[in-house]
């Protein structure tokens, strides 16, 4: 029993997989690739313990090519090499199919080495990752592969493989089980979709209790214990942490405080209150903006008070920010604003600033026409007053419209009404 529970039972068809019935169901693509045997390149995509190495196993087994596996982590450049030298051996005439784990982690390099074989059909590349390929891998490989997305298992199909891994487990061992009501749902519902993780779990929880001639006894409370927080599935540096943060700012702009919180706390949980105020911080100023514009300050001070408080206070002044943020009217008018002006700096001719704005506090600047003619706003009734700011080539551009809101529309009233006197 030196391996884990998760490869013992590994499984060893299609049918027995647990999950991805989007694309392993009857009629569905790679059901479809399967059952006419005709390997193409692919990509397995999705996080950990979902069933890429699973399938890419079983696909592998049962391909008439000569295999070769490697992981990203540990395959070197030898081994690559080795790989190739193959497709011209006897065993390798009718093509080598390379079995490559985390193929992320193989350098730029290492998988361009691959391409001119992958051209050409003597190598068939099965890679599995846990990261967005479309990140990480290069786009030659992606052109010449289908990318397959595998996704977290859903509840009542794991429950099955935590009731088949306690099953494996009884007959192993030789004695019977009694597993105490909630024990399975537990599991199921704590491993966060990942099938390997509620495994391997169930093998702790066996080995965790006292195993007796006449059987072993399966607590609820043990099952608690061993599996706490680890339906967290967080990647600081992965894609669910941008995903995350995506779902968190779609919320709040979406207005919806119940899924801004739940994104929250997903953040709090993992303990990255960092980038949490970091996002809060901008959405304060991307999705409610001048529709109310004190909400940046507010959302610092929860901020400020989070950083100097601490996990687990922290949640709290974090939790009104986003409680703050997603109940507030909602204006995207300043980044539409400055975008604009971005883009016509980088598409037009904008031309030069006119003479008058220009700096005039220096000797010399009046003889270079510098301020000369410049009118001072406050001289003038309302502060305002008639003006050309905007270089020549560009003086009718628009970039800020007022947004359909209380504050912005009143700002709207006020300078019509200014205005409209000169």
Known sequence: MS?????RIRPKTIEEVVGQKHILGKGRPLSRIIERGEIPNMIFYGPSGVGKTTVAGIIAANAKKKLHKLNGTSASVSD??????DTASIDGYKGVLLYLDEIQYLNKKQQQSLLEYIENGQITLIASTTENPYFYIYNAIISRCTVFE?????????????????SFMEKELGCNFEIEDG?????????GGDVRKSIN???LCVLSSDIKPEG????????????????MRYDRDGDEHYDILSALQKSIRGSDENAAL???????????????SRRLLVIACEDIGLAYPSAITVVKACVDSAMQLGLPEARIPLAQAVIFLATLPKSNSAICAIDAAIEDLKTRDYGEIPPYLKDGHYSGAQK????KGYKYPHDFPDSYVEQQYLPDNIKDRVYYHFGNNKIEQASLAYWKNVKKKK
Do not use: M
């Open 368 to 371: 270079l026409g510098r301020a």
């Open 216 to 231: 072993v006894k399966i607590s609820l409370e043990t099952a608690k214990e061993l599996t706490q927080r680890s339906n």
């Open 183 to 191: 024990v399975v749902s537990h599991i199921a519902k704590g491993c």
């Open 80 to 85: 690559i090499k080795e790989v190739i030298e």
């Open 262 to 276: 739940h994104y929250a706390a997903r953040l709090i949980e993992a303990g990255d209150i960092i980038s949490l």
């Open 201 to 203: 779990t169930v093998e």
């Open 150 to 166: 595998f996704k977290p298992v859903p509840f009542d199909e794991i429950e099955n493989a935590v009731k088949r891994a306690f």
């Open 3 to 7: 391996a884990p529970l998760a490869d």
